[in-house]
């Protein structure tokens, strides 16, 4: 147990060293000096020398890189050139719309997908089991971006319950910012919930056919209750895994998402970092969201340790 | 992430192999149209007809220059086509013959090449291919490029995975006796019993790739003008929604009915070739 926490921890540092290296890696490859984006293209060359020196690009690669990941790893951020403050100062501000958007999607897709799964699970091939099915189908086929402006087109322009884009902040209560929020994490939630009840709906109708499901069948266990206490946390295991993976999805699909709906989050923030070649902000945005991801898939793999005692035996 | 909901159709609906295969043939006859005949020319405007709902000469409409969205939208078919061909070609190509080295190379190689998918696949895809189009710039090429790297681990871990139990097989051995080498062995013996799982999982890729260019294009970011693509017509539509919500309809049904009958296809091409691949071969 302890031997597979230690090499799953050197494999996630390793990871995070190798994402660090190709980002720095492919940000190097950039065409274009910083600093001449920065002065724009008539500066003076000791305006452009000295600017190059007081961001260090004068330094050789190497040193560079392991300056800034030295810096990382002190809790240092750069300093943003487009926005001339700190980057750690831009992503406080912009967590409070991306993160409670993250968590709300996940939890409507959990919501909505495990039980829905389940449900078709249950009653598999009964016209309500192949309704789920094929609107799970389409669910995965639906690009998230469309889904949000058929959101709007109904909820904003139609009925005008929902503000189109824009984030209220949360001056006006907690309610009123989360509200705004809302729509954005129903259209990243659809496909994922899609997904998950279609997993959760196989895993189900796996562990179905298991013999320990049988015999508490055998013992008199009525099939809604086996379903529930036996069959459902065993077929979960698989299911959290693939949650794990969806975190990475969601994260990447609020690029598009924050963007449509004019969310001043940290996918907008990527975006217009991109466009506005920002480097110091997009490094280490890329490296902290990459961080994130293998961190989240980090949990996961213990979780699933921790649902299934069967592997952490085995793992000794 | 495709393979686990693979696994999840079984086989619920029947009519889905004959669905999916006429809307793919839809998509491809609609591009394959818009080479010979489109009912404009699709960059063509006509200032005075804009916004214009759908009626007898413009059977979807017109957009805020007054260009035909039917014209349009069978141009994005080509578009969205030839973007989601190149880059599965992209992954499969180097994707299915790394794969093959791991698995019959095995060790250090074997690792090697599967610690690094498992790289790429730690990545968010579509945040490295709005990295990868903006540092290279936006167009139609480098999105090919962009989704056409992420498909490259799909197909290896694929192509690993099937080709360890045929390469347990005695036909191997005996192939082995008779002095062949691994490359040799791959490609005789070992492809033509995984390639029915490969053509499935290209499929499957294929409809990620599509929704993928329709991404990169709603941000601007994928196909330029005056290509017409799906998803930068969506972009456009979005600020034209209260006036002409038409044009925020059209493109995105395109792009779910291609995803849709691709999904489909694969998963019923799956069930006809073998019930018993839906449990083998998942990343």
Do not use: C
């Amino acid at each position: 147990m302890i031997l597979f926490f230690v090499r799953r921890l050197f494999t996630l540092m390793l990871t995070l060293l190798a994402a660090s290296l190709v980002v720095f890696i492919v940000l190097e490859l950039l065409p274009g000096d910083p600093a001449a984006v920065i002065l724009g293209i008539n500066a003076e060359d000791d305006t452009l020398a000295a600017l190059r020196a007081e961001m260090g690009l004068d330094r050789p690669v190497h040193e560079r890189y392991l300056a800034w990941v030295g810096d990382l790893l002190r809790g240092r951020l750069g300093r943003s050139y487009t926005y001339d403050v700190p980057v750690g100062e831009l992503i406080a501000e912009r967590l409070p719309v991306s993160l409670p958007l993250a968590v709300m999607a996940m939890g409507l897709a959990t919501l909505f997908g495990i039980p829905v799964g389940a449900w078709a699970a249950a009653r598999r091939g009964t016209v309500g089991d192949t309704l789920v099915m094929a609107t799970s189908q389409l669910g995965v086929a639906v690009p998230n971006f469309w889904f949000a402006i058929l959101l709007i087109l109904l909820f904003s322009v139609r009925l005008g319950w929902l503000p189109a884009g824009g984030f209220a902040g949360y001056d006006e209560g907690l309610l009123a910012g989360l509200a705004s929020l809302l729509m954005p994490a129903f259209a990243l939630a659809l496909p994922q919930a899609a997904i998950l009840a279609r997993l959760t709906r196989s895993a189900v109708l796996e562990a179905l056919r298991e013999d320990y499901v049988r015999t508490a069948r055998a013992k008199g266990l009525e099939r809604r209750r086996a379903l529930i206490r036996h069959a459902l946390p065993n077929a979960l295991i698989p299911v959290v895994t693939v949650m794990g993976l969806q975190f990475s999805f969601l994260l990447a699909g609020t690029i598009i998402i924050e963007n449509v709906f004019y969310l001043p989050g940290i996918g907008r923030l990527i975006f217009q970092a991109i466009a506005q070649r920002d480097l110091t902000t997009l490094r280490d945005l890329v490296v902290l969201l990459a961080a994130t991801v293998v961190i989240v898939n980090f949990i996961v793999d213990l979780l699933y340790l921790w649902l299934d005692p069967r592997l952490r035996r085995g793992r000794g | 992430m495709r393979g686990v909901l693979d696994r999840a159709s079984g086989g619920a609906w029947h009519g889905g192999l004959a669905l999916g295969s006429m809307l793919t043939f839809i998509l491809v006859a609609a591009a394959l149209l818009s080479f010979v005949w489109t009912p404009f020319p699709h960059a063509a405007m006509d200032i005075r007809n804009k916004l214009a709902p759908p009626d007898m000469t413009h059977w979807l409409g017109t957009d805020q220059f007054g260009r035909d969205v039917l014209s349009m939208m069978l141009v994005g078919a080509r578009n969205s086509i030839l973007v989601a061909v190149v880059a599965v070609v992209i992954g499969a190509g180097i994707g299915i013959p790394l794969g093959s080295t791991a698995a019959w190379r095995g060790g250090w190689v074997d690792e090697l090449i599967m610690r690094m998918s498992d790289f790429a696949f730690a990545f968010p895809a579509l945040l490295s291919a709005v990295m990868i189009t903006a540092i290279f710039g936006p167009g139609a090429v480098n999105s090919i490029i962009a989704i056409g790297i992420f498909n490259i681990p799909v197909f290896a871990r694929l192509t690993r995975g099937s080709s360890l139990p045929v390469l347990q097989r005695d036909m191997i051995l005996a192939a082995r006796l008779a002095g062949k080498g691994g490359a040799r062995i791959s490609i005789e013996h070992v492809l033509p019993n995984i390639s029915a799982v490969l053509i499935v999982q290209a499929t499957i890729q294929f409809a990620l790739a599509i929704l993928a260019e329709a991404g990169l294009s709603y941000l601007g970011l994928g196909t330029r003008p005056p290509e017409a693509s799906w998803g930068r017509m969506l972009n456009e539509a979005q600020t034209l929604m209260v006036l002409a919500p038409h044009l925020a309809i059209f493109p995105g049904l395109a792009i779910v009915l291609s995803v849709l009958g691709l999904n489909l296809l694969g998963d019923g091409l799956r069930d006809m070739l073998d019930p018993a691949l839906r449990h083998q071969g998942r990343m």
